[in-house]
């Protein structure tokens, strides 16, 4: 078999901001989207934050990733690194470590 035929066809893709990065091969990455409210029908901001597999920590906080769907790891990772879409500058990283 190739690799591309051995690799899982589907399963959820998504793109967020890493937020935390304080475990061991596991980053958090928060993953926003737009909703419409059913009755007052005003689109919504809403987020959720997804525990992430990251092989050897090469993610930072303030990072863009893609994220891609697996088989479960833990009881709260089901999700891996895809690839880094933009790296964070070292001033947003600053700002992020100080105002938390």
């Known amino acids: 078999m190739t690799k591309q035929t051995q690799e899982k066809v589907g399963g959820r893709v998504f793109k967020g901001t890493v937020v935390k990065t304080a475990m061991k091969d596991t980053i958090t990455v ?10 007052y029908k005003k689109y919504q901001e809403r987020s959720k934050k997804f525990l992430v597999h990251d092989a050897g920590n090469t993610a930072q906080v303030g990072d ?10 833990s009881k709260n990772k ?19 470590l100080t105002n938390t």
């Open 30 to 39: 928060a993953v926003q989207r737009y909703v419409k409210h059913p009755k």
């Open 64 to 73: 863009i990733v893609m994220i891609r769907e697996t088989r479960p790891l």
């Open 78 to 96: 089901h999700f891996e690194l895809a690839e880094t879409v933009a790296r964070a500058t070292k001033e947003e990283q600053f700002d992020k």
